[in-house]
């Protein structure tokens, strides 16, 4: 029987490692030169809300993953790790989907490399990612550590309840992308509405874990994943203002959600680091 001490296996550190290695180039050219996909990316991204969008996202990701490499407590990332397996599954068959519209390799050099770094990465990633995780789960000792803070029962709950709007969200946009096309702040396509619905779901995936587990020390490093991303996308968001539909009402209820789930998040982790 596996002993429940909590430790990170090596595998787990080095293809943490190895994610970083991914995200961060995925970081510079999405969120840093949105408007560059044609020469830089594994496909043309015409509305740079969308790139910035998932820059946001791996960038945040980036973080994550080097604390996972860096951290001696798995109970500490092992929800992230999780949602971060469902999220590459999901990206897989949206790619699968959506194949024609990738550049193929028949593109300029970067955006070729680009191309077949994306499928290699979808390909390995939901089989490496949710295997390890598996393999890894098997220390975690499921109890909180002496001097681990308990998150309140209404914290729980409310995570609850944003993800399974979150993942209400992103079964209809990935079931039908139009629902999002015609809705939306900026402009989309059905391969950028598919991939901003797996990012959907995988903020789903990781609220509703979070709800399953009382340990701050299981919720610290996700929430601070949370605030990393949230504050990308409303910095990239004031960047690129002009790309937003601004009579839209949904452009600015996108604005508001990320401005209070920003607050709210950093309430509750000043919050419970205090206590702590």
């Not at 990170?8 to 293809?15: E, G, R």
Request: glycine fraction near 8%; charge should be neutral.
């Amino acid at each position: 029987m596996p002993v429940k001490d909590d430790r990170v296996l090596p595998a787990t550190k080095w293809v943490a490692l190895v994610v970083v290695c991914v995200l961060l180039p995925a970081l510079v050219i999405l969120w840093g030169m949105p408007d560059k996909t044609a020469d830089l990316w594994s496909w043309t991204i015409k509305a740079n809300l969308t790139p910035i969008f998932m820059g946001a996202g791996y960038g945040a990701g980036a973080y994550f993953f080097t604390r996972v490499f860096l951290s001696r407590n798995w109970h500490t990332g092992s929800v992230g790790v999780f949602s971060a397996g469902a999220f590459a599954t999901l990206m897989l068959i949206t790619t699968l989907l959506h194949w024609d519209k990738f550049n193929h390799g028949d593109a300029p050099t970067l955006a070729a490399i680009a191309f077949y770094g994306w499928v290699g990465v979808y390909i390995l990633s939901p089989f490496v990612v949710i295997g390890l995780w598996w393999l890894n789960q098997r220390t975690d000792p499921q109890a909180p550590a002496p001097g681990d803070v308990v998150v309140p029962p209404t914290v729980r709950l409310g995570a609850r309840a944003v993800a399974v709007m979150a993942l209400a969200v992103a079964a209809v946009v990935l079931i039908s992308p139009d629902v999002a096309i015609d809705n939306w702040g900026w402009p989309l396509t059905p391969l950028t509405a598919r991939v901003i619905g797996c990012f959907t779901a995988q903020v789903g995936i990781g609220f509703f874990l979070l709800s399953l587990d009382a340990r701050w020390s299981s919720w610290k490093l996700l929430v601070e994943t949370f605030l990393i991303a949230v504050a990308l996308l409303l910095i990239g968001a004031a960047r690129q203002w002009d790309t937003f539909d601004t009579g839209n009402w949904l452009t600015y209820a996108y604005v508001a959600g990320l401005s209070s789930g920003f607050l709210g998040l950093a309430g509750l982790y000043l919050v419970m680091e205090r206590e702590r």
